[in-house]
């Protein structure tokens, strides 16, 4: 399964740092990791990954992969870390806020 997430387009971009220190302050203990055809946060202990669109370093817009059989579910508290920046969710009825 998967979440999107993104900035309102009146929102100014936000940096990648940013969002790693919103979601520590969740009590996860996220990895960036940057490759040539992505960037990705890593979540220790989880499955779930996050895929986020970034250019040098700004981002308005992510993908949360939920992982399977996950010991503690982290998606409420990725939400409240994105939610805390502004971001909103995107679903099939159109945006939602972020708890």
């Known amino acids: 399964m998967e979440t999107v997430l993104q900035l309102p387009d009146s929102e100014e971009p936000c940096t990648i740092r940013e969002v790693v ?6 009590k996860l203990f996220p990895r960036h990791e940057s490759k040539n055809w ?3 946060i890593h979540l ?7 895929a986020i669109e970034s250019m040098r370093g700004l981002t308005s ?3 949360v992969e939920h992982g399977d059989n996950e010991r503690e579910d982290p998606t409420l508290a990725i939400m ?5 920046l502004g971001w ?3 679903g099939e009825d159109g945006e939602y806020p972020l708890v």
């Open 21 to 26: 220190e919103a979601l520590r302050k969740e």
């Open 38 to 40: 992505g960037d990705w």
């Open 44 to 50: 220790e202990g989880c499955t779930t990954v996050i």
């Open 61 to 63: 817009a992510a993908t």
């Open 80 to 84: 409240k870390a994105f939610g805390k």
């Open 88 to 90: 909103i969710g995107i």
